[in-house]
């Protein structure tokens, strides 16, 4: 059974850095397409990012483009959010996801959360000014 396990969250400063991991056990990172999402407090939860044919593709949402970086990691089944420039808006509990890419890895951070078939349980990220 395919399961994603998310870390790396924690509590920065305003313009400090944190990187999120998102581990895939069950099968092979490769053949889905990641996307990352948040969900801030009182809030509907914002897809941020994604990436597709083993990395290959990305999109960023305006909010985020510039200071985040989607990576994966093949060999450790693993893929990252590298958040840099954090702000306080950016406070929010991170959550990855997958879908199986059907051979079509084809994404984009506009995508709705539905879209989505696997989730992982969500990472805390608070940044304080």
């Known amino acids: 059974q395919l399961q994603l396990v998310e870390s790396g969250g924690g509590s920065v400063q305003s313009g400090g850095s944190l990187r999120l991991s998102c581990a895939m056990s069950?099968?092979?990172?490769?053949?889905?397409?990641i996307g990352w999402f948040r969900q801030a407090p009182g809030k509907e939860r914002e897809g941020i990012s994604c990436t597709a044919n083993h990395g290959i593709m990305t999109d960023y949402a305006g909010s985020v483009k510039g200071r985040f970086t989607i990576s994966e990691d093949s060999a450790k089944n693993t893929a990252y959010l590298q958040m840099n420039s954090l702000k306080p808006e950016d406070t929010a509990v991170y959550y990855c996801a997958a879908v199986w890419n059907l051979g079509l890895p084809l994404c984009s951070a506009a995508d709705r959360a539905e879209r989505y078939k696997y989730w992982g349980q969500g990472t805390q990220v608070t940044v304080s000014s």
């Open positions: 069950g099968s092979s990172l490769g053949d889905y397409i």
